[in-house]
């Protein structure tokens, strides 16, 4: 399961914004960041997907959710727009975002090219 971030867990687990001016990842494996809301019908379908991308990449990737109501610095500070967006962290390097309903094959794809890793 994808691990819902706070603030504080965010600074913590992913990016000190407020410490940093450059990125600089704290994680120690790469992470996909699902960006959503509870009213949000296309987040409902990519929700279940990142669950299963969890399971599927155990301890290779981590999967975090911010949700966007709750949590509107975290989309202030990444420019959340429009819901979904996902956010994918290699452990070097810029992130990468993607806007929208993704299906689990073009997840994957992107997972492997952005992140480098490769489903168990």
Do not use: H, R
């Not at 299906?103 to 489903?119: D, G, N, Y």
């Amino acid at each position: 399961m994808a691990e819902q971030l706070t603030k504080e867990t965010f600074l913590s687990k992913v990016f000190d914004y407020e410490q940093n001016k450059e990125w600089k990842y704290e994680g120690e494996l790469p992470a996909v960041i699902d960006f959503w809301a509870p009213w949000c019908g296309p987040c409902k379908m990519v929700g279940p997907i990142i669950d299963e991308l969890s399971e599927e990449y155990n301890g290779k990737v981590k999967f975090y959710k911010v949700n966007t109501d709750e949590e509107q610095e975290l989309g202030a500070v990444f420019g959340i727009k429009s819901i979904p967006s996902l956010l994918f962290i290699p452990k070097e390097g810029q992130p990468k975002m993607a806007v929208g309903a993704l299906p689990k094959e073009t997840l994957k794809e992107t997972i492997e090219k952005e992140l480098l890793v490769e489903a168990a």
